[in-house]
C-alpha cells in the first residue's frame, strides 16, 4: 500500500498570501496518478487538481499541482477567503490511496 | 452536472447489518467506476469498496472483506453497500465517489470527480 503523509498537518495564513501544501508518498507514484481535493464543512469534497497538474472543471487558476515521484505539492496563489478548508491529496498508481489532510486556516 | 445522493445510514448495533444506497444523475452512470469511500472519526479517508462500469469487476478493502458487498443497478442509475458484521470499527461517514475512469486496469485506477454528501454510519451498543 503507498502511504501519502501530507504536511504540515495545519498551515496558518492570512487571505492574499501564498499556500504551499506538499504529499509525500512511501513509494514513487507515477507522474498522472495524484489528484487534491477541497472539503469545507457540511460540504462534500471537491476534486481541484488530477494527473498531478491537471485543474478539473471550474476550479480557478490560483490553484496548481505540481511534483514527480514521491513528492506533489499543492500551490494555491493569493489566498481567498473561500480557500480556507481541508486539502487532501490520493494517489491512483497502486489502487486507491489518500493523504491525513491539511486543515488550512485564517491566521 | 454529475450528482450523487447517499442515504440509508443510521445506528446499528455490533454484529448488525445496514444498507447504504446512492442515487445518481447527470451522467451517464454506466460509463463510469463508483466506489464507496469512508472516513472514520479523526482517520484519513479509506477507499473502501468499487465496482466496475458494467458492475463485473469489484474492488474491497481487506478490513471490509467478505463482510460488505458493492452492487449496482445501471438501469437505475443506483449504486449499493451491504454491510454486514459490522463492528465499533465501521463507524464512519460513508461516501459513494464517482471515478474518472470505467475500471481499474491491473492496479492503476481513478481521481473521483463528484462526491456524495455523505452517510454517517454508527456502529454502537
Known amino acids: 500500500e503507498i502511504v501519502l503523509t501530507q504536511s504540515p498537518d495545519t498551515l496558518s495564513l492570512s487571505p492574499g498570501e501564498r499556500a504551499t501544501l506538499s504529499c509525500r508518498a512511501s513509494?514513487?507514484?507515477?507522474?498522472?496518478?495524484l489528484a487534491w481535493f477541497q472539503q469545507k464543512p457540511g460540504q462534500t469534497l471537491r476534486l481541484l487538481i488530477y494527473d498531478t497538474s491537471t485543474r478539473a472543471t471550474g476550479i480557478p487558476d490560483r490553484f496548481s499541482g505540481s511534483g514527480s515521484g514521491t513528492d506533489f505539492t499543492l500551490t494555491i496563489t493569493r489566498l481567498e477567503p473561500e480557500d480556507f478548508a481541508v486539502y487532501y491529496c490520493?494517489?491512483?498508481?497502486?489502487?486507491?490511496?489518500f493523504g491525513q489532510g491539511t486543515r488550512l486556516e485564517i491566521k | 452536472e454529475a450528482q450523487l445522493v447517499d442515504s440509508g445510514g443510521g445506528l446499528v448495533q455490533p454484529g448488525g447489518s445496514l444498507r447504504l444506497s446512492c442515487a445518481a444523475s447527470g451522467f451517464n452512470f454506466d460509463n463510469y467506476a463508483i466506489s464507496w469511500v469512508r472516513q472514520a472519526p479523526g482517520r484519513r479517508l479509506e477507499w473502501v469498496a468499487g465496482?466496475?462500469?458494467?458492475?463485473?469487476?469489484?474492488y474491497y478493502a481487506d478490513s471490509v472483506k467478505g463482510r460488505f458487498t458493492i452492487s449496482r443497478d445501471n438501469y437505475n442509475n443506483k449504486l449499493s453497500l451491504q454491510m454486514n458484521s459490522l463492528g465499533v470499527e465501521d463507524t464512519a461517514v460513508y461516501y459513494c465517489?464517482?471515478?474518472?475512469?470505467?475500471?481499474?486496469?491491473?492496479?492503476?485506477?481513478?481521481?473521483?470527480?463528484?462526491w456524495g454528501q455523505g452517510s454517517l454510519v454508527t456502529v454502537s451498543s
Open positions: 465517489a464517482k471515478g474518472t475512469g470505467r475500471y481499474c486496469s491491473g492496479h492503476r485506477c481513478y481521481p473521483f470527480d463528484s
Open positions: 490520493q494517489q491512483y498508481d497502486n489502487l486507491i490511496t
Open positions: 513509494q514513487s507514484v507515477c507522474s498522472s496518478c
Open positions: 465496482i466496475s462500469d458494467s458492475g463485473h469487476s469489484t
